[in-house]
């Protein structure tokens, strides 16, 4: 009860209009606006520059091009794992999915079909399989990628709301995942299809892919698909998918028996980009 009256107000926010305002200061190049913004993002929420390749707070045009900074050489080693984590963030909850049903928080679940947009021959590839959600926080490195190799199939942009995907409101808003605003990129790999789920929320001004670019705006409140059947759109691990300008959630899907977690990602846990997610060591090398 507690949660969801903290969230009763983002109900009543002008949640678009906050997005659309927060995309367009995102992406400005006003010096005197950059100047102030991003030294004051960094020390707001603990950014460490030391790991990006610019690690000069002036160096950067717009607050976008800083939020979604590359990382120095060597900043995130990949693990010899069957999957690694495709970001830098915290597990908000990982384990079986129960038939269709995706676990989001104590109380609330969601199913496969209503977060890849409807299509049930998709979701039901991942019954009984294995989700694994990720929070990025604002002090996080906002690019996405590949968790192990695979073959792109499909793009879809599913329309929604756009709450904020904070704690509070994964315990008190049902769905949330499935609710809000979202691009679903689905895989072929050696050990079957697999989801990559970009979750958007609250000021994120955009999402974009390494293929398509900005997918995000626009949003003609419609769904949108991309195939890929014909193309040979192939990333390794570690590859980039893509980013958030301004961040979010990553949601994954595996089908069953194709993925045995580390027994010590839980919910809570912080992680990054590189680490081993599934079947193989902790402990990342250079590669």
Same mark, same amino acid.
Request: hydrophobic share 45%.
């Given at each position: 009860?507690? =949660?969801?009256?903290?969230?009763?107000?983002?109900?009543?926010?002008?949640?678009?209009?906050?997005?659309?305002?927060?995309?367009?200061? #995102? #992406?400005?190049?006003?010096?005197?606006?950059?100047?102030?913004?991003?030294?004051?993002?960094?020390?707001?929420?603990?950014?460490?520059?030391?790991? #990006?390749? +610019?690690?000069?707070?002036?160096?950067?045009?717009?607050? +976008?091009?800083?939020?979604?900074?590359?990382?120095?050489?060597?900043?995130?080693?990949?693990?010899?794992?069957?999957?690694?984590?495709?970001?830098?963030? #915290?597990?908000?909850?990982?384990?079986?999915? +129960?038939?269709?049903?995706?676990?989001?928080?104590?109380? !609330?679940?969601?199913?496969?079909?209503?977060?890849?947009?409807?299509?049930?021959?998709?979701?039901?590839?991942?019954?009984?399989?294995?989700?694994?959600?990720?929070?990025?926080?604002?002090?996080?490195? !906002?690019?996405?990628?590949?968790?192990?190799?695979?073959?792109?199939?499909?793009?879809?942009?599913?329309?929604?709301?756009?709450?904020?995907? +904070?704690?509070?409101?994964?315990?008190?808003?049902?769905?949330?995942?499935?609710?809000?605003?979202?691009?679903?990129?689905?895989?072929?790999?050696?050990?079957?299809?697999?989801?990559?789920?970009?979750?958007?929320?609250?000021?994120?001004?955009?999402?974009?892919?390494?293929?398509?670019?900005?997918?995000?705006?626009?949003?003609?409140?419609?769904?949108?698909?991309?195939?890929?059947?014909?193309?040979?759109?192939?990333?390794?691990?570690? =590859?980039?998918?893509?980013?958030?300008?301004?961040?979010?959630?990553?949601?994954?899907?595996?089908?069953?028996?194709?993925?045995?977690?580390?027994? =010590?990602?839980?919910?809570?846990?912080?992680?990054?980009?590189?680490?081993?997610?599934?079947?193989?060591?902790?402990?990342?090398?250079?590669?």
């Amino acid at each position: 009860m507690i =949660d969801r009256l903290a969230v009763l107000p983002q109900y009543l926010l002008p949640k678009r209009a906050l997005t659309a305002l927060a995309g367009r200061l #995102a #992406a400005s190049h006003s010096r005197r606006w950059t100047r102030w913004v991003i030294p004051w993002f960094i020390a707001r929420y603990g950014v460490n520059m030391a790991e #990006a390749a +610019n690690p000069d707070p002036a160096g950067y045009a717009s607050f +976008n091009d800083f939020f979604t900074r590359a990382l120095r050489s060597g900043a995130r080693p990949l693990a010899q794992a069957d999957c690694v984590s495709p970001v830098d963030g #915290a597990v908000i909850q990982c384990g079986p999915i +129960n038939g269709d049903q995706i676990l989001q928080a104590k109380g !609330h679940r969601y199913s496969t079909r209503s977060l890849v947009g409807g299509d049930a021959g998709l979701a039901a590839l991942f019954e009984g399989g294995q989700a694994v959600t990720l929070y990025l926080s604002p002090r996080d490195y !906002h690019r996405i990628h590949m968790p192990c190799a695979g073959r792109l199939l499909r793009m879809i942009h599913v329309p929604g709301d756009l709450f904020s995907v +904070n704690l509070a409101t994964v315990r008190g808003v049902p769905g949330l995942f499935a609710r809000n605003e979202r691009v679903v990129c689905v895989f072929e790999s050696d050990r079957g299809p697999f989801v990559l789920t970009l979750v958007g929320a609250t000021i994120v001004g955009s999402i974009a892919t390494v293929w398509h670019g900005v997918v995000n705006p626009p949003r003609p409140g419609v769904l949108r698909e991309w195939r890929y059947d014909d193309q040979a759109i192939v990333l390794r691990p570690g =590859d980039e998918v893509g980013r958030f300008l301004l961040g979010s959630t990553v949601v994954m899907l595996f089908p069953a028996n194709t993925l045995q977690l580390q027994a =010590d990602w839980v919910p809570g846990r912080s992680v990054r980009m590189g680490e081993a997610m599934a079947g193989g060591s902790a402990n990342p090398s250079a590669q």
